[in-house]
């Protein structure tokens, strides 16, 4: 497997606070990685640090350059950051936003689009007219239970359906890392599974590869193929595990003593 | 939840029915205590007379108010774009929000009153000091008011938009500005108010034309029926202008005023 994004030596502390220390973190192509750690304990500022929308005190985010968004933006960053680029095929994103798909932990719809524009909001920043974007969003709203929603405002939506519609719009950022901060905690169990199956799918499809988070202990082994714990105050990745098991993973897994087994291991850890 | 729903809507009913008994009453004494002349008649006309003082100089006072409302709608469409200008610019560099708020704030101390003089000294009797002055007291509120709905976005949401690789100016155009427009019709509603007053206090230290010579006029006639007529004709007309604005906001922000429970 080829290593597509690298954090090495991240540290962050906010004012006398030390958050993270020295985190070092890869993700391969296609690969489902999980963050698990207790509530606090600064999965959020790592995801932001990861997008580029935070620099961290020291450290660097490295992505693999063919994977990179934006040409134009591209060659700009070539010019800055040449010299401290480490490696030749990776690009330095420390503190660049925009190189990587980023669902925050809030769904932050905004209140004054209807559904059907905050899905597409990603396609009209890069620049897509606004009914092209508006009927490529359109084409997904099925899979996504969202059918009949276009027009509506967020408001009028389940915690539930707004979630899905996040999921959408960080889908339709179109680039080939995702990171997902709590991407399914307002989904019913039954709504989750098939949004699981879908996003695997996807992700196959595509090619993506995903880093999330969440505090659900089955749904990480469930869906993961690594998970990372992050725990301690600074925090540190204390360990990693890897969920050996072919997918899609059912429900025989889950009912399995190999599934407890991987559930105690990861309880201890945390 | 219906229960929820129609004591809101119960609620709503009390709202504009128990302050038209209030007002109701009040005239109902008051014109009581004209009819029994427990003050005398000069000083505090009965409301039928006033409404009678209303009705014959009615044409007159649709004159006066015609140039009263142009002066005040032109100065509040003029603050609105300097007060836009002002906010979107100190949202955007520290620097002329560093140099400008502070300013800004001694500038609302000076009470209009006291600048109006000044004004017609400068710019002489015609409409144009009025349009000064309530430029000046228009923009403020709105100025502050986009300032503080520019500055109060949450700032994962400017995350949001930055991880999609927005720019500046797009982050302005589908966030900071949508989110800061209810603020901005606040602003808006406090402005007309005070573009309709700042228009008559300008209009009594002179001119031609307009609600507030009018009312110099009636004053050295003594015709307090009269006068009394243009103060509730001022008021009504700020109370309009308003609800305009109310409107307004309503066709601009739809999603302020759409409930879970309507499809
Ligand atoms: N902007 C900030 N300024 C100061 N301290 C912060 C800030 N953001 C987060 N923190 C602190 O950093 C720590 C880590 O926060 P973070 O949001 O990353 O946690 P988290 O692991 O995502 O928690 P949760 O699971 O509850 O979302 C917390 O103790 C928090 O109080
Ligand atoms: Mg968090």
């Not at chain 2, 300013?103 to 400068?122: D, N, R, S, Y």
């Not at chain 2, 604005?245 to 999603?255: C, E, G, S």
């Amino acid at each position: 497997m080829q290593k597509i994004l690298c954090a090495n030596n991240i540290s962050k502390s906010y004012g006398d606070k030390e958050v993270l220390k020295d985190i070092n973190l890869t993700l391969d192509e296609g690969e489902l990685v999980c963050l698990l750690g207790v509530s606090g304990v600064g999965k959020t500022t790592l995801f932001n640090i990861l997008s580029g929308l935070m620099k961290p005190d020291s450290g660097e985010v490295l992505l693999k350059k063919s994977y990179s968004n934006d040409e134009r933006r591209k060659e700009d960053i070539d010019k800055e950051y040449d010299t401290e680029s480490f490696e030749d095929d990776f690009l330095d994103i420390t503190g660049v936003s925009g190189h990587i798909s980023y669902m925050l932990q809030k769904d932050l719809l905004l209140p004054h689009k209807i559904v059907i524009d905050n899905a597409a909001l990603p396609l009209v920043i890069s620049g897509m007219s606004k009914k092209e974007a508006r009927d490529k969003a359109a084409s997904y709203f099925e899979r996504f239970g969202l059918s009949g929603t276009e027009k509506k405002y967020p408001v009028q939506l389940s915690g539930g359906m707004r979630q899905r519609v996040a999921l959408l719009r960080t889908y339709l950022c179109g680039n080939s890392v995702a990171l997902l901060d709590e991407p399914f905690s307002a989904l019913d169990t039954l709504t989750r599974a098939s949004v699981h199956e879908w996003y695997l799918k996807v992700m196959e499809e595509i090619k993506l590869s995903t880093l999330f988070i969440t505090h659900d202990i089955d749904e990480a082994i469930l869906i993961s193929d690594r998970i990372c714990i992050l725990k301690g105050q600074p925090a540190g990745i204390t360990d990693e595990i890897v969920i050996d098991e072919p997918k899609p993973r059912g429900q025989d897994f889950v009912l399995s003593d190999k599934f407890l087994e991987y559930k105690r291991r990861i309880k201890l850890m945390l | 939840m219906s229960k929820k729903y129609s004591d809101n809507k119960n609620k709503k009913y009390m709202d504009i029915v128990v302050p038209c008994i209030v007002l109701v009453a009040v005239l109902v004494i008051w014109q009581l205590a004209c009819t029994f002349s427990l003050v005398p008649s000069y000083m505090l006309p009965s409301p039928v007379r006033v409404v009678k003082a209303f009705i014959n100089d009615f044409d007159l006072l649709m004159q006066h108010a015609k140039t009263t409302l142009t002066e005040a709608v032109l100065g509040m469409v003029l603050g609105v774009l300097l007060g836009f200008v002002s906010a979107a610019l100190m949202d955007a560099f520290k620097v002329v929000r560093q140099g400008l708020y502070p300013l800004l704030v001694l500038t609302q101390t000076i009470p209009p009153v006291a600048i109006a003089p000044l004004l017609i000294l400068w710019f002489s009797y015609g409409i144009a000091p009025k349009v000064v002055l309530v430029v000046l007291v228009s923009y403020f509120p709105i100025a502050i008011g986009l300032l503080e709905g520019f500055e109060s976005v949450d700032c994962d949401l400017i995350f949001l938009l930055k991880s999609m690789n927005a720019s500046r100016w797009q982050i302005f155009w589908h966030v900071k500005f949508p989110s800061a427009l209810g603020e901005f019709f606040s602003g808006l509603k406090i402005a007309a108010s005070y573009s309709i007053v700042g228009a008559v206090i300008a209009e009594w230290l002179g001119g031609f034309n307009g609600l507030g010579v009018y009312m110099t006029r009636v004053k050295k006639s003594m015709s307090y029926d009269k006068m009394f007529a243009v103060i509730f004709f001022v008021s009504a007309i700020s109370l309009i202008l308003m609800a305009v604005i109310k409107l307004i906001q309503k066709k601009a922000m739809p999603y302020k005023y759409i409930r879970k429970q309507d499809e």
